[in-house]
């Protein structure tokens, strides 16, 4: 070989090793959600990706997987810990099965707007819970907003608690969600939300409980005739990365990532404000028929709730005095 062809070859070599190396630079976040790609989970999720992208100068990449494609919430969650999925959007229905303080945000009208949603979330008790994620080996990256809980069903107008008297209804995976039906008359059936469509079709359960967004995007009025508008819980959601991943970025990566989630969780807030404000008259429009209930009936029926010892015990991580003081400081921060 002559000095200009192995000149040639030697350059060749580099550009190949120096075009991997650059192809290899290349920070891959999967992330993954439970609900339909409309869903404002995905929207935020995908505006969550381009603003990574934007300020990494494409050196992160985050790709959504909705509509549990990577399995139920939690599974995702599962696979956080162990470093399977680097990222997840979900509810925090299957949250307190890792942290279950979080539960505290599961009890029945706790709150009563948003404003006083995004004191508590965003506040001392928020950032207080928040924290513990780390200890199970996932890291929260923000509040989002899943939103106020509504009843749907395929039998009867709910008017009042005791409409809801043997209506199978589906709930999310939570002890606290469970009693809650139960106190309102209700039979609840845990399962996974990638299942309930199909459910509510060949109508194995009567009803469900979710926020507009998640009713309107998942076509549940092709199957639910009854829309309630009761909210008896605000549920909020969780961005949430793997520890394990958390710990491979830079921090510069780090940086990137936190800025980015405050301002997705900002987009995602605004889009289920707008979503509630528009998807009720939407829902009409698609034949449900829409009940106005008075709130207070309800939040009497479920009271017990409050005072369940259970509830009160898992709410403070095992120590009833510290889930108390937890559910007092919430119900004051939230007036």
Same mark, same amino acid.
């Given at each position: *070989?002559?000095k200009?062809?192995?000149?040639?070859?030697?350059?060749?070599?580099?550009?190949?090793v120096?075009?991997?190396?650059?192809? /290899?630079?290349? $920070?891959?976040?999967?992330?993954?959600?439970?609900?339909?790609p409309?869903?404002? !989970?995905?929207?935020?999720?995908?505006?969550?990706?381009?603003?990574?992208?934007?300020?990494?100068?494409?050196?992160?990449? &985050?790709?959504?997987?909705?509509?549990?494609?990577?399995? /139920?919430?939690? +599974? *995702?969650?599962?696979?956080?810990?162990?470093?399977? =999925?680097?990222m997840?959007? $979900?509810?925090?229905?299957?949250?307190?099965? #890792?942290?279950?303080?979080?539960?505290? #945000? %599961?009890?029945?009208?706790?709150?009563?707007?948003?404003?006083?949603? @995004?004191?508590?979330?965003?506040?001392?008790?928020?950032?207080?819970?928040?924290?513990?994620?780390?200890? &199970?080996?996932?890291?929260?990256?923000?509040?989002f907003?899943?939103g #106020?809980?509504?009843?749907?069903n /395929?039998k &009867?107008?709910?008017?009042?608690?005791?409409?809801? %008297?043997?209506?199978?209804?589906?709930?999310?995976?939570?002890?606290?969600?469970?009693?809650? *039906?139960?106190?309102?008359?209700?039979?609840? =059936?845990?399962?996974?939300f990638?299942e309930l !469509? $199909?459910?509510?079709?060949?109508?194995?359960? +009567?009803?469900?409980? %979710?926020?507009?967004?998640?009713? @309107?995007?998942?076509?549940?009025?092709?199957?639910?005739? @009854?829309?309630?508008?009761?909210?008896?819980?605000?549920s909020?959601?969780?961005?949430?990365?793997?520890?394990i991943?958390?710990?491979?970025?830079?921090?510069?990566?780090?940086?990137?990532?936190t800025?980015?989630?405050?301002?997705?969780?900002? !987009?995602?807030?605004?889009?289920?404000?707008?979503?509630?404000q528009? =998807?009720?008259?939407?829902?009409?429009?698609?034949?449900?028929?829409?009940?106005?209930?008075?709130?207070?009936? #309800?939040?009497?029926?479920?009271?017990?709730? @409050?005072?369940?010892?259970?509830?009160?015990?898992?709410?403070?991580g095992?120590?009833?005095?510290?889930?108390?003081?937890?559910?007092?400081?919430?119900r004051?921060?939230?007036?």
């Open positions: *070989m002559n200009k062809s192995l000149a040639v070859a030697l350059f060749s070599l580099f550009l190949a120096a075009l991997c190396s650059t192809a /290899s630079a290349k $920070t891959v976040l999967k992330l993954g959600t439970s609900t339909q409309s869903h404002i !989970y995905n929207l935020a999720a995908e505006k969550f990706g381009e603003i990574v992208a934007e300020k990494s100068g494409g050196d992160i990449e &985050v790709q959504v997987f909705p509509a549990a494609q990577l399995g /139920s919430e939690r +599974d *995702m969650v599962e696979g956080l810990q162990i470093g399977t =999925l680097e997840t959007l $979900t509810s925090t229905g299957p949250m307190g099965n #890792f942290v279950p303080q979080v539960k505290l #945000f %599961n009890l029945p009208f706790l709150f009563k707007d948003r404003e006083s949603c @995004y004191k508590v979330l965003d506040g001392e008790i928020g950032t207080q819970i928040s924290d513990l994620f780390v200890k &199970v080996g996932i890291r929260s990256l923000g509040w907003e899943n #106020f809980r509504n009843i749907t /395929s &009867v107008p709910v008017e009042k608690p005791a409409d809801m %008297n043997g209506l199978k209804i589906r709930v999310m995976e939570d002890d606290v969600f469970i009693l809650t *039906m139960k106190a309102l008359g209700a039979s609840p =059936l845990p399962m996974a990638g !469509y $199909t459910a509510l079709e060949q109508k194995t359960v +009567d009803a469900q409980e %979710n926020p507009l967004a998640v009713i @309107y995007s998942s076509r549940f009025f092709e199957v639910q005739k @009854y829309l309630a508008m009761t909210g008896h819980f605000y909020p959601a969780v961005l949430l990365i793997s520890e991943t958390w710990q491979s970025l830079s921090p510069e990566q780090q940086k990137i990532i800025e980015a989630a405050a301002q997705a969780r900002d !987009y995602e807030r605004e889009l289920s404000l707008k979503a509630d528009e =998807l009720e008259a939407a829902c009409a429009k698609e034949g449900m028929v829409i009940t106005r209930p008075d709130k207070a009936p #309800f939040a009497e029926a479920v009271a017990a709730v @409050y005072t369940n010892p259970d509830v009160i015990k898992a709410i403070g095992g120590d009833a005095a510290a889930g108390q003081k937890l559910i007092d400081a919430a004051a921060a939230a007036q």
